[in-house]
């Protein structure tokens, strides 16, 4: 397993600058929207691998609720951070190519709004995480993740009462893609998967060793003889 | 089943008693969304025309911070003599204390609404100019959305340092659905201009999820060390 760690780097690399390569220089530009264009290939891999961690989320919460397995908590964990910086990416780059196109930075379109609730909902997810104290952290996190992903169908049928401004998707909705642009988008995804799991790998290794080093820590005070602590720490006051 | 309904009437009874003693949580609440109300008043300065318009969103909004000022009560009466505690290692149902906490908390918005309603009027100069029947479903609806997660989330941060401050960031996110909704059926009454029944059904639709999703996970919470 641990080889494999190395490999993925490597292909992430390779596979995000032959991305870069693809959306910048050999995807044709656009005819109307110009070189603007562009940062479609950035936002909407984003999009889609944002979405892809926060169902990970769901169901490793989901399963963290019926085994209460520690692995499914970090994998939780993991996913809701890397899910909200890339989320994040979405919401920035979609106003800026927004500006140009439709003359406005943002608007409570479906989509935008939908993106934008469910941020907010995994900032709030994180903000609980990060407040709660430790031992029941996973529990509450995970339920949280369990009444955020039941409110996603409410929110879009609430705002897709709304109606909708944003472009239709374009895989699956009908619309005509120079395959070319299909091509980058899809390598783009790709590169950004690639991506998202290993950074996702190497914080979840993270986290594990942080927590074996905080069991480590407490075992050791709870060993240690309680002289020793009244005495001068090695890291404390000395010299 | 006669045990649930029985333990909840019975914490029910308990809270209203201890509420209309002390009215810690009605005052509050009271003093608040009169202070959002006299706040905006003077931030709008609205004509008639223009209020019936925003009228939806400052009653809900004056209406959401006062529920989060007595949903932060709710839990924190339990906590005093570890009197939740003796409730977890008890076997009395989970549910039935939860239930008890959200009508409770639910009665206690009702009785704001009402006591605030003709404030509103009088400040605003409302007249409801679509079917006003469908206003009182419609505050029925969204209150019962605001305390049921509000109750359950209160739980939660029960649970978390700094917890006044946890529960409106845990609650304001997932309640963007129910506000919209609230907000739009309101102004859709008020103006007469469109239907609030798309947001009506809406409404109940998210009452009757999370009323469901809460009383499966709150034995979790509660039992959360």
Known sequence: MKRAFPILAVLTGV?????LHQALVTAPTEQTMGDVQRIFYYHVPSAWTAFILFFVNFFASIAYLIWRANKADIVALVTAEVGVVFCTVVLV??????????????TWDLRLTLTLVLWLIYVSYLVLRRFSSSGQTPLLAAVLAVFGALDVPLVYFSIWFFRTQHPQPVIGGGGSLDPRMLHALLINW????????????????????????????????LLEPRSSQTGISPTGRAG | MSTVASLTRATLAKDLRLEWRSKDAINSMLFFSLLVVVIFSFSFDPTAEESRQIAGGLVWVAFLFAAVVALNQTWAREMRNQVLDAYRVSPAPPNALFLAKVIGNFIFVTVLQALMTPLFIVFYNLRALGPAYQLPIVAALGTWALVVNGTFFAAMSLRTRSREIMLPLLLFPISIPALLAMVEATGAIL??????????????????????????LFAFVLQAE
């Open chain 2, 191 to 216: 103006t007469g201009e469109f239907s609030a029944r798309f947001w009506i059904v809406l409404l109940a639709a998210y009452d009757v999820v999370f009323t469901i999703a809460s009383l499966f």
């Open chain 1, 93 to 106: 780059t979609g106003p800026i190519w927004a500006r140009p196109v439709w003359g406005i930075w943002w």
């Open chain 1, 15 to 19: 596979l995000l600058s032959y991305a």
């Open chain 1, 190 to 221: 790709l590169a950004f998967s690639c991506f998202a799991a290993l950074v996702c790998w190497s914080r979840y290794r993270l986290e594990v060793l942080r927590r074996d080093v905080d069991e480590t820590l407490a075992l050791e005070a």
